[in-house]
């Protein structure tokens, strides 16, 4: 379902909303709102991760355990 909203936008940002679609990033006005509010949900997406890794290392957690041994390689002996 979708549903149809209006918003109101000053002259620069309808300027950047119509230089998206003139320079072929977006389809039209609608395509390129639709674009930032993905790359918006993805940085909240980003956030929460984040937010979920830091907790885990503030509890002393191993957060990707399937990398622990690349963290202290072992090194060749020197000659």
């Known amino acids: 379902m979708t ?8 002259d620069d940002e309808l300027a ?12 039209n006005r609608s395509e390129a709102v639709r674009h930032a509010l993905a790359r918006l949900q993805r940085e909240q997406r980003y956030q929460r ?21 690349l963290l202290d390689p ?3 002996a020197l000659d």
């Open 3 to 10: 549903t149809q909203i209006a918003i109101r936008l000053d």
């Open 16 to 27: 950047s909303l119509d230089a998206e679609v003139a320079q072929g990033h977006a389809a």
């Open 49 to 69: 991760e984040e937010a979920t890794l830091a907790e885990l290392v503030r509890r002393g957690e191993a957060v990707y355990p399937d990398f622990d041994s």
């Open 74 to 76: 072992p090194h060749p």
